[in-house]
């Protein structure tokens, strides 16, 4: 595996381990500069790992708001 796909898994499985644990709230919005400092990466795996997650529909992509945690979920917490 490539250093960025290591970087992209390590931020999805926070993000979506951050959603089943409730720490997100529903609607609050995620930014991906801020995300990008907490990890400490460049924003672009963390544009990838909330685009995976907006598959799962598990975020909302709004182009007003960024990305928002739609809920959380039994499936989630199970996997995280």
Known sequence: ????E??????????RGALARAELAP??????DETARVYRVSP???REAL???VG?????SSRRHGFLPLRTCVMCRRKA
Do not use: F, H, K, W
């Open 1 to 4: 595996m490539r250093g960025d």
């Open 27 to 32: 609607a609050a919005q995620i930014r991906v």
């Open 56 to 60: 799962e529909r598990l975020v909302a």
């Open 44 to 46: 672009t795996p963390v």
């Open 6 to 15: 290591n970087t992209y898994s390590r931020i999805y499985r926070g993000l």
């Open 51 to 53: 685009a995976r997650l």
